[in-house]
């Protein structure tokens, strides 16, 4: 398995892409101090990701932007791809604690056998880290090629609309 990572006090915590859209690889990435990790993920992570931390930041008293750097820091390597998260709040030092879970593939495991423990990142995040990641997630996900008007996909050059029959682009 890979290495799990606990950051109590983060300095660097975004997502980010490389590539063109289209062709895009999406990450997110925490650091402190010299330490960074990057774990690769789908858009559709970095944007529910976002809209979960937004209901949950609703609920808490009003914060002020962190304004740290929500640039993705190079080389962006990744540890792992990343599987399921969890959010949960701590009250008593007023932290978002996120866990990302390594994405595990059981197709070659033992059925009878144990499942191997995924690795994670635990990251503990200010409100303001917080307010900071879902503007930047929401301007990356809408940096993406449009949605399809009837089937929602992703349009571009190689878009075969199945509303279409794949019979050409829709008008």
């Not at 997502?15 to 990790?37: D, K, L, M, N, W």
């Not at 499942?115 to 900071?132: F, H, K, M, N, Y």
């Not at 089937?151 to 609309?161: F, Q, R, S, V």
């Amino acid at each position: 398995m890979s290495e799990s990572f606990a950051f109590d006090d983060v300095t660097l915590f975004t997502a980010g892409t490389v590539g063109e859209p289209g062709a895009r690889v999406f990450y997110i990435q925490v650091g402190a101090g010299p330490t960074v990790v990057a774990v690769k993920c789908e858009k559709q992570q970095v944007g529910a990701l976002a809209e979960f931390l937004t209901g949950v930041i609703s609920d808490l008293p009003p914060a002020e932007p962190a304004d740290g750097s929500l640039e993705l820091v190079e080389p962006v390597l990744a540890e792992w791809i990343a599987g399921t998260m969890s959010v949960a709040y701590d009250d008593a030092a007023d932290r978002i604690v996120l866990v990302i879970e390594e994405a595990v593939d059981e197709s070659g495991l033992d059925p009878d056998g144990p499942i191997p423990e995924a690795s994670s990142v635990r990251v503990r995040l200010t409100r303001g880290q917080v307010l900071d990641y879902i503007a930047h997630a929401a301007g990356l996900v809408e940096a993406g090629r449009p949605p399809c008007p009837l089937c929602g996909n992703p349009m571009g050059p190689d878009h075969a609309c199945p509303k279409t029959n794949g019979h050409g682009p829709p008008h």
